[in-house]
Every structure is written in structure tokens, then in C-alpha cells.
């Protein structure tokens, strides 16, 4: 809960609970409605108003009027010695208990529907986004309903920023009212579930400067119907230690994708997979997508690195390039190391293995890989899959397995509710701690295969009692 929904609740507790008491009620009673109303304001003006707060608005209006009316009863002698207060009687007891409940259900709303917050990140730059569509018009788009149609996506960017003091708070969701809706049914939750996710506080400030470059790059790929912005906190924290990141929304296997001019895209299992369901024989089309899609994007970067302006104009520093994905993405990721030289390291956070091209067991890519996966990493016949490239990649690779973890607890996704484990979204580890952890390993790791900068920390023992880390 945010301060000022804190205290305008807590205003109302002496209110609501006094006529159980056997104790005389204090004139100063009839001022708590008011500066509850106050907290209200304050609340409404500073923090933003959500659905969760209405039973707490109702019973400041509630309470704001019986003191009112009470008030005028004696005539508006607020702090006269003689002002009568209401007798306690049966009926204003029973009140009294209803109004308990109300304020308990109050309290409950906005404490399990949190607005959600991101791990703190702790690099030294501020951190800034913006969002770019792309085309090319070199390679046609299988999976759209026109033949020959080129294949386009929307891209979103977070880089190190060198802010003017102009810049508006970027929001998670910049079309919630259509992106709510759609990413909620996703996962089986109401809609009412992230109405309110663009109060979250990010830190992330919309279209600045870049600061001074130029950066190594990071390119991130979302998971089957997921949305670029699902790991917004790794993006942040990395941005804040000077990479660029780039999230991709892979159009027509993403939740949803709004293009400039309007149109909207959504998730369509049945353009991708011959039964509708997933699968990895249709996956390994999928994965090969995308893997296009990254060497597009990159393509594109190299052209806007080379000119003379431009928001990235020579920030951009493409020869150390790493890649991360989660689930189908951690499959396009490795794809992608597999197929283009320009990968020098790749992370998969619970990554299906499944689709990618069976080269990689004869002839795998010598890049460095970390993968971070539930202890079932999307079960049996994936993991043994993954087990089979681990053992055949030449290089360094890094096997962490994370406790009490479910697949989505490698996204923000679990910082909606505390609810979460209750609503499917994760094993049941502490989601801050957990991502926090991820943010570390993920940061040590392309700080040294990417930037070169060993910190030391992979070669530790895990110091985490959740993480079992198994180098190869």
C-alpha cells in the first residue's frame, strides 16, 4: 500500500471501531473524517485513484457525512465544551461492526491487488525507453493472413539516459485499455487484475538523450504470448550498469501488438500451430522467426549507429552483444547464437529447447550460455533437451536451477499480487528476492562475456540456500 491510502484508512479505524468501546467519545473524534478527507485528496492528487480504494472512498464519504450532520446538529460548535455526542446505542453498534468489515475488505483490496513495484535497480545511470516500429520489407511474414505481406514488430528500447529535467515517468502499459484486457485473459485473470499497473512507480523515464556512449547491447526475446515489457525490471537493471536492451514484441506470437497506425494484432495460437496447441515440431518455425526478427533488428541498429543523428547515433557499441529470452525466447535465443556469429553470449531464463534446430548437438556455437530454470524446466522431455545441448556446447556454461519456483517467476509478471502462487503465476519463492537474485547472475554474466569485465562472482558458490549452480 502507498502512504497516503495507508493513512487515509487508518483515519477511519478510531471512527468506525469507537461506538464498541464503553469509553465517552472525544469531540476530537469529529475531526478524523476530515482529515481523512484530507488523506483522500492528498491520495487522489499525488499517488492516482484504483478500483481497490473505493470501499475506503465510500466510507470516508460516509463517515465526512455523519460528522457533518452532527456537526450541525449543534449548531457548528466544533470544539464548544457542551457539544452533545450521539448516544451508543444497539443500532450504532451493529453499524459500527458492519463498518469493520467494510474497512477490514478496505484494507484487504489493496494490500493483495498491490500496485506493483519493480526491484530496485543499482546501477548509476538513469535509465530511459522508447518504442520504434520496424518493417523489413526484405522478408515476407508466415504467419501473417495476407501472402507476402513484410514482416513487422514493435521494439522497445532501455538505454542509459542523459536527462534534461523535461522527460515524463515512462508507464508499463501504454495502451492499457486495450493491453489489459488481452494480457489478463493470457493467464486466466480477471481484467480488474492490471487496471491499475501503470501507477507502478518505474524509474524509467520516457524518451530522453542517450547519455554519452558508446554501449554493449542486449537484445531480449518475450515468451509464447507474452509482451516485450514482461522482464522490464532486468531491462532497467542492466540499463542502469550502461547496455542498451532492445524487447522485441514478436508479432502474432506475442499477447498482442499495436502498431502506429492503429491496428491491433493479438495472440493467435492457431496461425502458429497445425492443432492450435503448442508444439515443437511448429515450434521450430517459430523459433527461426524470431531468430530472423533479432538479425533484423540488429541489421537496423548497425544503420542508426552509423549516422550522424538519432537518438542511439554512435551509442551503440554492436560488437558486444549478448542475448537473453525467456521460455520460447530463450529458444530463439539459443537459435539465433546458433545460426548468426554476431551472439558472444546468451542467457535463457526457464528457456523451451524443445524447437531449436537439431544442429546444435553436431555442431553447437562456441558463445558462452547461462540458463536459470525451475527445478522441472518445462518438464522432462525439455529439460533432458536442454541437459543434451548444455553437455554439447564448447564453452563455458552455467546451469542454475532455482527453488520453489514456477515459470513465470523469471518475469515481473509475479510482482502483481502476493497472490500470486495462489493465481498460477509462481512456485511460491519470495518473487522480490527472487528476481533481485536472477538480476545479479544475469548482470555478472554479461558483464563478463559481453563487456569483458569479470566480477568474480560467477566462480563463487552460490550464496543463495534456493540456487544450485552447476558450471560446466
Not at 461506538?19 to 488523506?39: E, I, K, S
Not at 470544539?79 to 453498534?93: E, L, Y
Amino acid at each position: 500500500m502507498r502512504l497516503f491510502e495507508i493513512l487515509l484508512l487508518v483515519a477511519l479505524v478510531p471512527v468506525i471501531a469507537w461506538p464498541l468501546l464503553p469509553l465517552r467519545r472525544p469531540r476530537w473524534l469529529l475531526w478524523l473524517p476530515f482529515l481523512g478527507l484530507l488523506f483522500t485528496l492528498l491520495h487522489l492528487g499525488l499517488e492516482g485513484d484504483r478500483w481497490q480504494m473505493v470501499p475506503g472512498y465510500g466510507l470516508t464519504a460516509v463517515t465526512l457525512l455523519v460528522a457533518l450532520l452532527h456537526l450541525a446538529q449543534n449548531g457548528w460548535r466544533i470544539w464548544a465544551k457542551d457539544t452533545q455526542s450521539p448516544p451508543t446505542t444497539h443500532r450504532s453498534r451493529l453499524l459500527s461492526l458492519f463498518g469493520l468489515v467494510i474497512l477490514a475488505i478496505a484494507f484487504a483490496l489493496p494490500i493483495l491487488l498491490p500496485v506493483p513495484s519493480l526491484v530496485a535497480q543499482t546501477g548509476p545511470y538513469a535509465v530511459g525507453t522508447t518504442t520504434l516500429h520496424l518493417v523489413d520489407n526484405g522478408r515476407s511474414d508466415i504467419y501473417a493472413p495476407e501472402e507476402g505481406s513484410p514482416r513487422e514488430f514493435m521494439v522497445q528500447f532501455w538505454y542509459p539516459a542523459a536527462l534534461t529535467g523535461t522527460e515524463k515517468e515512462a508507464v508499463f502499459l501504454p495502451d492499457l485499455p486495450v493491453a489489459g484486457p488481452v494480457i489478463a485473459a493470457q493467464f486466466d485473470l480477471p481484467s480488474l487484475m492490471l487496471t491499475h499497473i501503470n501507477l507502478a512507480d518505474l524509474d524509467i523515464w520516457q524518451d530522453p538523450p542517450a547519455a554519452a556512449g558508446p554501449f554493449p547491447v542486449i537484445i531480449f526475446a518475450h515468451g509464447l504470448s507474452g509482451i516485450r515489457q514482461q522482464n522490464t525490471g532486468m531491462a532497467r537493471e542492466l540499463a542502469s550498469h550502461g547496455y542498451v536492451v532492445a524487447a522485441i514484441d514478436h508479432t502474432y506470437a506475442n499477447a498482442l501488438s499495436l502498431f502506429p497506425d492503429g491496428r491491433v494484432i493479438f495472440y493467435d495460437p492457431c496461425r502458429l500451430f497445425t492443432d492450435c496447441r503448442s508444439n515443437y515440431v511448429d515450434g521450430r518455425r517459430l523459433v527461426q522467426q524470431w531468430a530472423g526478427d533479432i538479425a533484423f533488428l540488429l541489421d537496423t541498429m548497425t544503420a542508426w549507429d552509423e549516422t550522424t543523428s538519432g537518438i542511439f547515433a554512435g551509442r551503440l557499441n554492436l560488437e558486444q552483444l549478448g542475448l537473453f529470452g525467456h521460455s520460447t525466447g530463450g529458444g530463439a535465443m539459443l537459435q539465433f547464437c546458433l545460426d548468426d556469429p554476431r551472439c558472444d553470449a546468451g542467457l535463457g531464463l526457464d528457456a523451451w529447447a524443445l524447437p531449436v534446430d537439431e544442429r546444435i548437438l553436431t555442431t553447437p556455437p562456441p558463445q558462452p550460455f547461462l540458463f536459470i530454470s525451475t527445478p522441472h524446466w518445462l518438464g522432462e522431455e525439455n529439460q533432458a533437451r536442454a541437459h543434451a545441448i548444455l553437455d554439447a556446447l564448447p564453452g563455458p556454461t552455467y546451469e542454475l536451477t532455482l527453488a520453489n519456483t514456477g515459470h513465470y517467476d523469471f518475469t515481473d509478471l509475479v510482482r502483481l499480487s502476493p497472490l500470486s502462487p495462489q493465481l498460477g503465476l509462481s512456485g511460491g519463492i519470495n518473487n522480490k528476492y527472487s528476481l533481485a537474485l536472477q538480476n545479479r547472475y544475469v548482470l555478472a554474466f554479461f558483464d563478463k562475456y559481453v563487456r569483458m569485465q569479470d566480477t568474480g562472482f560467477l566462480s563463487q558458490p552460490s550464496p543463495y540456500p534456493e540456487l544450485t549452480v552447476r558450471q560446466r
